[in-house]
């Protein structure tokens, strides 16, 4: 089950905008100060608290906490499923530009993602080196839109034509699909087609910073 720190990160991802102790406590009907004395203690929140959550911000929040069981639309965390599903880290400070937007890839995980473990073998992931973060800008529209959670592979770095990877370019993160070009050129391209795409030798030595984080196994969106 999540924490309210977790929910309180996530809220604060999804919403774009910080989310005071004050909100938290207007939304689950109780007081700051509960809600302070909660978040030091990181106390698992209830289901109960999460709907109440989602009515109060109207935000969709268990896709992004448990899309296994949501997809199955069940609001349940029983420690008993967890046999039948993987859990993925979130990296909910972390957005995956696909414009011009600037953001360091941090290590910091604010959630967790459930999803089956058919779906964890049909996807060919690696549970140990896969996790979730977030989409922004429109350069990769309308394949993938901004918002849209990410499951990224770092496993899987190897450059195949055509499929889409989570890359750094000085210090921005990207989701770009990639084509090789032998011996030792990647071509870098959008899928909109207002986005020019452009050329990476690496045989030269780089002026720049480049990484090929991983590969993005599955995206997905809430419904607008």
């Known amino acids: 089950m999540a924490t309210i720190n977790e929910v309180q990160l996530l809220l604060q991802n999804l919403l774009k905008k910080t989310i005071t102790q004050v909100e938290m ?4 009907g109780t007081g700051r100060s509960n809600i302070n004395f909660r978040l030091k203690g990181k106390s698992k929140i ?6 109440k959550l989602e009515e109060y911000f109207n935000v969709n929040l ?13 609001y349940s965390f029983d420690e008993e499923t967890s046999d039948d599903c993987v859990s993925l880290p979130v990296r909910g400070d972390v957005n995956a530009s696909m414009g011009y937007g600037v953001t360091i890839y941090e290590e910091n995980q604010t959630g967790v993602y459930h999803i089956s473990k058919k779906l964890a073998n049909d996807l060919n992931i690696n549970r140990n080196s ?3 973060i ?3 800008g429109d350069s990769m529209y309308p394949t993938i839109q ?3 959670s990410l499951l990224i592979d770092r496993s899987k770095k190897e450059v195949y034509d055509g499929k889409i990877y989570c890359v750094r370019i000085d210090g921005q993160v990207y989701a770009k699909r990639l084509q090789k070009i032998p011996p030792s050129t990647i071509v ?3 899928d909109n087609p207002k986005y020019k795409s452009f050329e990476i030798n690496l045989s030269t030595e780089l002026d720049y910073d480049f990484e090929i984080i991983g590969e ?3 995206w997905g969106r809430i419904a607008r």
């Open 25 to 28: 406590g207007k939304a689950l």
């Open 46 to 51: 209830k289901i109960e608290e999460i709907k």
């Open 62 to 74: 268990i896709r992004f906490l448990d899309p296994y069981e949501a997809y199955n639309n069940s």
């Open 130 to 132: 896969s996790e979730i």
């Open 134 to 136: 977030f989409a922004s």
């Open 146 to 148: 901004g918002g849209d």
């Open 188 to 190: 870098v391209i959008s």
């Open 216 to 218: 993005i196994k599955w």
